[in-house]
């Protein structure tokens, strides 16, 4: 996702942040995919550094790294939420 894709995510994403709990917060930055998932990735992300992803295998690679990325958006959002919390 470029840099421009990322601040939309992060725009659209405000809102969820503005309802968050400290339970919600805390659930979000444990979430990890498991270990069948993260080698499923680590295989797709070799075979396209490689050149060799099939389409079906090209569109499963693009959707898991468009959910990591709203994952991360959220997390960093569940961050400076919890940063805020502890700081007041």
């Not at 079906?56 to 400076?80: C, F, G, N, P, W």
Request: net charge negative; aromatic share 4%.
């Amino acid at each position: 996702m470029s840099d421009n894709g990322t601040k939309v995510l992060d725009e659209l994403l405000e809102p969820v942040a503005r309802a968050f709990s400290r339970e919600v917060a805390q659930a979000l930055m444990n979430i990890r995919a498991n270990d069948a998932t993260r080698a499923q990735i680590a295989e797709l992300a070799e075979k396209c550094n490689e050149g060799r992803l099939t389409p079906t295998e090209r569109e499963d690679y693009e959707s898991y790294v468009q959910a990591m990325d709203l994952i991360s958006v959220l997390q960093a959002k569940a961050r400076i939420w919890l940063a805020s919390r502890h700081a007041t």
